[in-house]
């Protein structure tokens, strides 16, 4: 006999296959193809794009629009340009610079099969390809004023006082013996949770939202947003490299500030809890419940990679 928690869970699984494959197939078309000049940056490229992924962030600015009654379909492009944004910081941060990480989704990191400029390249040309992404759709002069507010939203979210920021954070961070809890917050709020918070304030932002839905969806993105770098913390030290596709244990190994680090293990799982139930009353509060919104938070929750 089939529980509601396990149809849910299966719910959510062909929903996010269904947008997995949205998003692959509107990412080759807007891509340059890998014979194009220069092919072996186009190569690098799509090697990185089209290794695998959740495609965590363009989905969520996609459910976040259809929670908001905008057809997902319609903001397919500006979600796939969140999908380049994330694959750049990706390829760079696994530079021998940064994290020196050999495996990425389960294969090869794109510096490792194309050396290290190459792959400096494709990690700005995706950065260059996302933004104007944006500032290209949805087509349509009744669009103009959203797409400068999402582009305005994205970059804020990246830039220094956003992603990159964190990640220096996280570096600086690695000198630390001691890393406090609110240092470790303001690093993962910053490298992992802004972008995501901005997909959601994308798809919300192109479907219309008033003010006080974008203060809910925010908030539902900042909980999410530290769910899953919780979550991706107690995989480091709890899973396998052939379950996450890229190696484990190496974050306390580089004396990173994590949350098992910083709180211990358990307390880390009851942290991973509360944000995900803070996230499911957040989205719940949302037109119709928040569609499929609550069921994603649960899925960051429990995923396994």
Same mark, same amino acid.
């Given at each position: ?14 929903? =996010? /296959? +269904? ?6 197939? *509107? @990412? %080759?078309? #807007?891509? !340059? ?28 600015? =996609? /459910? +976040? ?6 057809? *997902? @379909? %319609?903001? #397919?492009? !500006? ?227």
């Amino acid at each position: 006999m089939t529980t509601g928690a396990e149809a849910a869970s299966r719910g959510v699984a062909d929903y =996010l /296959a +269904a947008r997995r494959q949205d998003v692959d197939r *509107a @990412l %080759d078309r #807007l891509l !340059p193809p890998e014979d194009a000049w220069p092919s072996i940056l186009h190569r690098a490229i799509r090697h990185s794009v089209f290794a695998g992924g959740k495609r965590l962030r363009p989905i969520l600015c =996609l /459910a +976040a629009a259809e929670v908001l009654g905008a057809p *997902a @379909l %319609d903001v #397919l492009e !500006p979600a796939c340009g969140l999908e380049m944004i994330h694959t750049y910081s990706l390829i760079h941060d696994d530079l021998p610079a940064l994290d020196n990480d050999d495996l990425r989704r389960g294969v090869p990191t794109c510096h490792v099969v194309f050396g290290e400029a190459t792959a400096i390249l494709a990690g700005d040309a995706l950065l260059t390809h996302g933004l104007g992404t944006f500032a290209a759709y949805p087509k349509g002069d009744r669009h103009a004023a959203a797409k400068v507010r999402v582009l305005e939203t994205v970059v804020d979210a990246i830039g220094t006082r956003g992603m990159i920021g964190g990640q220096m954070a996280d570096i600086e961070a690695e000198q630390e013996t001691a890393p406090t809890a609110a240092l470790l917050t303001r690093i993962h709020e910053n490298k992992t949770g802004r972008l995501m918070r901005a997909s959601l304030y994308a798809g919300a932002i192109l479907a219309g939202a008033d003010g006080a839905t974008l203060a809910r969806i925010d908030l539902y993105g900042s909980r999410i947003g530290l769910a899953f770098q919780i979550k991706d913390d107690l995989l480091d030290v709890e899973s396998d490299a052939a379950t996450l596709g890229k190696a484990s244990n190496k974050d306390a190994a580089a004396g990173k500030a994590t949350f098992p680090v910083v709180w211990g293990v358990e307390r880390s799982r009851a942290l991973l809890a509360e944000n995900v139930a803070e996230a499911v009353a957040a989205a719940e509060a949302l037109p119709g419940g928040g569609g499929v919104l609550p069921a994603l938070a649960r899925f960051i929750g429990a995923r396994k990679s």
